[in-house]
C-alpha cells in the first residue's frame, strides 16, 4: 500500500494553522457580535487570512501528494514543503500586521507560496513525462 508519510506531516502542519486562522474568525465574530458577513475590518482582515490560506494549502497537499507517490526525492518534497509553511506563516503574519495592505511578510509570503506550488508542479511534469509518451 502506498504511503504518503511527508505528505501526511505537512497536511497535518498545515491543519492545526489553518484551524488556528479559524479560530481567529471566530474570535473576531464574537467579538465584533457579527455571525454572518465581514462588516468590521478586523473581522474582515481575520477571514480574508483564512480564506488565502483556504485557497492554496489544498492544491499544495495534492501536488506534494502527487510527487511523492510517484518518487520525488524526499529532500525536494521536504524543502518545499518547510518553504511554503513558512511562507504561509510569513503571509499570514504579514496580512495582519500590514492591516491588508503592503506588508514584506505578505508579499515575501505571497512569492515564496507561488515558487514552492509551481517547483512541486515542475517535479510532477519531469516526473511525470516519461509516462505520458
Known sequence: MPMLPITALYASILLFFYLHLAFQVVKARIR???????????????????????EYIPFFLILMGLAEINGAYSIVVHGLGVAFTVARFLHAWGFRKGNGLKHAGRYWGTVITWLSMAGLALTNLVIGAPYLI
Open 32 to 54: 465584533y457580535a457579527r455571525g454572518l458577513g465581514y462588516d468590521h475590518e478586523k473581522l474582515l482582515l481575520a477571514g480574508r487570512i483564512h480564506g488565502n490560506a483556504s
